[in-house]
């Protein structure tokens, strides 16, 4: 069992940076792949980052490369998520997700889910 808790949203301006984190419970928490995914208003659920227990291998969405940057500490059983050149978009629930397996960038492949954190980018 896992259990996991992001901090670090807020409101920011356009253009602005924020680094959220992800703390997990749970002794085997360096075995799982970590994503962020976001809920924007009125909008289904979507992929943004993830990173794999091996390697580690890190991927993004096509909407946040380059501006985005995945990064895990198992020492401290925490997974960060730094954004950076915010944009009004971006605005989201962000939810830090925990699995062991499947196509990395579904929702279906992650079993625990933290309860969100909000971001808010103003223009």
């Known amino acids: 069992q896992v259990q996991l808790v992001e901090s670090g949203g807020g409101l920011v301006q356009a253009g602005g940076s924020l680094r959220l984190s992800c703390a997990a419970s749970g002794r085997t928490f360096s075995m799982y792949n970590v994503a962020w995914f976001r809920r924007a208003p009125g909008k289904e659920r979507e992929f943004v980052s993830a990173?794999?227990?091996?390697?580690?291998?890190?991927f993004y969405a096509g909407s946040v490369k380059g501006r985005f940057a995945i990064s895990r500490d198992n020492a401290k059983n925490t997974v960060y998520l730094q954004m950076n050149s915010l944009k009004p978009e971006d605005t989201a629930i962000y939810y830090c997700a925990a699995g062991g397996g499947g196509a990395i960038s579904r929702d279906s492949s992650f079993d625990y889910w933290g309860q969100g954190t909000q971001v808010t980018v103003s223009s």
């Open positions: 990173i794999s227990w091996a390697g580690p291998s890190t």
